[in-house]
């Protein structure tokens, strides 16, 4: 049967010069520099996340807090922070938050709100009462009046004691004995007749007095002393009531003093009934605790230490103040950690015990946004032990509650308070990555239910004239922002060029505003470094370019010298089968490069596998095994939809050390595949990308602009003849951004760019031989590459059979012997 006839479907075409950067028309900028240009909000191409941002801070329903997901430098903070201000200048200044020593359970402190600004007026009163406090006292009980009281109530007390002892001693003379004070107390013993002066017999003289009237003198000193200790149990009692008098004295003496120290406070806080009812709690603490010791016999008064200790509890712990406040306050916690958020209570040793009282209660980010915003970093959150826990804690129950996490409580035995809870009101913001939320909100369902409302920033915005003119009201305003000199026309273009390659696409603008402000703070360098820095111009920003290209390029350079030296083998001239020069892009340290890496394949008989080298050895990634998968389905689609595939074959990357991932080398993996079938060999001057489906298309890549780079920069250190260049996706030709070298190289015909749609079209710009497309019969054209692919493994297929009918045949022979 005759063959068919090649038909002409496909002709290799390189991309026009014009195709391979968009450069931006200046035209269309009616101003000389940005310095005459309205600084733009900053929300440019962020209007479905601004709806969402603007929905979720004012909604006042709980568990709507907000979520900021993007890229990171895409201006989320900037915008948010925007916003939030917005908002909250137009909201009340919540209340001032104060801890009181709790006179009823110390151990819990009780929760003082109060208008805004009072509380540190109200704190600054308490300090003033304290230090007033122990003069005014003092000055009370060293008044003549009050002493007097207190010495006549002592002396007539003592006098009491006294009249009671000398009526016992005068009427047990009557039974002959005398009433004598010793050391050891009260005691009767006989009495010696005559002499002024009462005296005891000494133990000589009563030895010598007859037995009857010694034993008449002991019953009498028996029957003295039962009444003797009768009067001395009534003395505790007469010592309780003059203790109660000079108590009564004292309070009557300190009373007038305490009520002058409140008057102006007790009238400044009349209209607030908690404040009141503290000032009538510490009135009498203060008349409890400053009379305990004066009732005291030979009691000395309290020392500076005792008085340190108590009078502090009579202050005020501010926790929050909101006396400089405009609106609704808006805090940004930086290092959100469970003390920072949730607030923590402080320990001081006092005689090598932890001890803490009110006053070391120390605020957190919670108490301080209370009534606003709170603004958490995401990534720093998490890492941080029980901050998540505790922010789900406090939002779900809608109340501050400063205590150790519960994971950590029991961990040490200090005694510690438990102050009363702060009802939380607020909003949260939480700015991350789309990573992190949306693991959170597939694996922690609260998440779900607290974090309502996600605002998505967009990475980037469609290139047209109108965005053009605003991305450059967006430089102006980010110029401004780092006091930068303007930036001229030509820069503002220059930047719009840097933008839509940032984007990877020559369509589409990038919003990574971080990126763009680095980029000109590095021009702004260089521009003042002119002689007259009026401006920042386009040389400028290319020198930036440059300069940090150059910063950048060690490893490059090294990975370039090494292919030049021939350590590492890549081909840029002849033709081979079974070899072809692919692309690979590498980051690092945010700076993207590409370089070739030869791929080889081999082929033999088989039962249909192909190998991948890369996964055998583990260097192969998930993605780049489904790749070399999706091209082993596309062989047995096409070529082997009736008989098996009958052969096995590998595929290496050459010279390869490192992790291989993503699938953009398919296409190449599959072309040197086809070549090493056919033989035909692959023309080594061209390198390929691209990533190809089951049917042969070719599919769109990412970092197209750094691996034609990458290839042309190797190709020039070897000298440009006008055959080189890179086959690329066409999908991928709106994507080009690249260097203006690139770009003149091209546009003088010494390097090509050459975008196909399918495996077929990339096979005939890669050997010169047309692929061939099946006629109405399904027979290829005669020599094309599926007609050589197909014979090609119908001879492998007819090998295969052969070789097992033979070896069957060897089999029986065998037995038979």
Not at 235 to 263: D, Q, S, V, Y
Not at 395 to 412: F, H, M, V
Not at 518 to 539: C, K
Not at 651 to 658: G, P, T
Request: with cysteine; hydrophobic share 40%; charged share 25%.
């Amino acid at each position: 049967m005759a063959a068919a006839p090649i038909p002409e479907t496909f002709t290799p075409a390189a991309l026009p010069a014009e195709r391979l950067r968009a450069y931006c028309d200046l035209t269309h900028f009616d101003f000389d520099t940005t310095a005459t240009l309205e600084d733009h909000p900053g929300d440019l191409g962020q209007e479905r996340a601004m709806e969402a941002l603007r929905f979720g801070l004012a909604i006042g329903q709980d568990d709507y807090h907000v979520f900021v997901l993007g890229e990171a430098g895409c201006g989320k903070h900037a915008t948010t922070f925007r916003l939030l201000r917005e908002r909250a200048a137009s909201m009340p200044v919540p209340p001032d938050l104060c801890y009181l020593h709790n006179f009823d359970e110390p151990l819990h402190p009780r929760l003082l709100t109060l208008p805004a600004g009072r509380g540190a007026t109200f704190r600054a009163d308490m300090q003033a009462f304290v230090r007033e406090l122990k003069p005014a006292i003092e000055a009370a009980l060293d008044s003549a009046p009050y002493s007097e009281r207190i010495e006549a109530l002592q002396d007539a007390h003592k006098a009491r004691e006294d009249a009671a002892l000398r009526e016992v001693g005068e009427q047990c003379a009557a039974d002959g004995l005398v009433l004598l004070q010793t050391t050891d107390g009260f005691v009767f013993a006989p009495r010696k007749d005559g002499g002024e002066r009462p005296e005891a017999l000494n133990s000589e003289e009563f030895e010598a007095l007859p037995q009857a009237e010694r034993d008449k003198i002991e019953a009498a000193v028996d029957a003295w002393s039962d009444k003797l200790a009768a009067l001395l149990d009534e003395f505790p009692g007469w010592r309780a009531a003059l203790r109660e008098a000079l108590t009564k004295a004292a309070r009557e003496a300190i009373t007038p003093a305490l009520a002058l120290l409140l008057r102006e406070p007790r009238a400044r806080y009349a209209d607030l009934p908690e404040v009141s009812g503290f000032f009538a709690a510490v009135e009498k603490d203060v008349l409890d605790t400053a009379v305990s010791g004066v009732a005291a016999d030979d009691e000395e008064e309290d020392g500076d230490g005792e008085d340190t200790a108590r009078y502090p509890r009579y202050q005020v712990k501010l926790l929050v103040d909101h006396s400089q406040d405009a609106g609704a306050p808006i805090v940004f916690e930086d290092n959100p950690g469970y003390g920072n958020l949730i607030g923590r209570i402080e320990h001081v040793m006092q005689q090598g015990v932890q001890v803490s009282h009110f006053n070391l209660i120390r605020s957190g980010a919670l108490h301080r946004a209370n009534g606003g915003y709170l603004v958490v970093d995401a990534e720093r959150l998490f890492a941080q032990p029980y901050a998540w826990e505790g922010l789900k804690r406090t939002l779900r129950s809608g109340e501050i509650r400063i205590e150790p996490p519960a994971e950590a409580q029991g961990w040490s035995g200090a005694l510690t308070l438990e102050p009363q809870p702060v009802p939380c009101a607020l909003k949260v913001v939480m700015i991350g990555d789309r990573e992190i939320y949306y693991t959170l909100m597939e694996h922690d369902p609260e998440f779900a239910e607290l974090f309502k409302i996600a605002a998505d920033f967009d990475d980037d915005l469609p290139r047209t004239r109108e965005n053009e003119r605003e991305y450059a009201r967006l430089l102006a305003m980010l110029a401004r922002a780092a006091n930068l000199l303007p930036l001229d026309r030509s820069a503002v273009g220059r930047m719009v060029e840097e933008g839509a390659r940032i984007a990877e696409d020559s369509e589409r603008l990038s919003l990574h505003t971080r990126r763009l402000s680095d980029l000109m703070r590095e021009a702004d360098h260089y521009a003042r470094a002119d002689a007259s820095p009026d401006a920042i111009s386009r040389r400028h920003i290319e020198t930036a370019l440059a300069a940090r290209t150059r910063r950048a390029s060690r490893y490059p350079t090294l990975v370039r010298e090494s292919i030049l030296d021939g350590t590492t083998l890549i081909a840029t001239s002849g033709a081979r089968a079974g070899q072809i020069n692919g692309l690979v892009v590498v980051e690092l340290a945010g700076e993207r490069f590409g370089y070739p890496t030869r791929i080889s394949a081999t082929v033999r008989l088989g039962d249909g596998d192909v190998v991948d080298i890369e996964r055998e050895s583990d260097l192969g990634g998930a993605i780049h095994s489904k790749g070399v998968m999706i091209l082993s389905a596309f062989l047995a689609a096409r070529y082997a939809r009736h008989q098996p595939l009958s052969l096995s074959a590998s595929l290496v990357f050459e010279q390869s050390y490192a992790p291989v991932e993503g699938d953009s080398a398919s296409l190449a993996e599959l072309c040197a595949l086809l070549s090493a079938l056919t033989r035909l060999p692959i023309e080594q001057r061209l390198a390929i990308t691209g990533s190809v489906n089951q049917f042969g298309e070719v599919q769109v890549i990412g970092g197209v602009n750094e691996k034609i780079e990458g290839f042309f920069d190797l190709c020039a250190a070897r000298g440009l003849d006008g055959s080189h260049g890179v086959v690329i996706p066409a999908a991928s030709v709106r994507h080009l951004m690249l260097r203006e070298d690139v770009v003149e190289a091209a546009r003088a015909g010494r390097f090509h760019i050459y975008p196909v749609s399918t495996v077929d079209e990339a096979m005939t710009v890669l050997t010169g031989v047309p692929a061939g497309k099946a006629d109405e019969r399904g027979l290829m054209p005669k020599d094309s590459i599926n007609d050589k692919v197909s014979r090609a493994l119908a001879n492998m297929t007819y090998a295969h059979h052969a070789y097992a009918d033979g070896g069957e045949g060897h089999r029986r022979h065998d037995r038979r012997r």
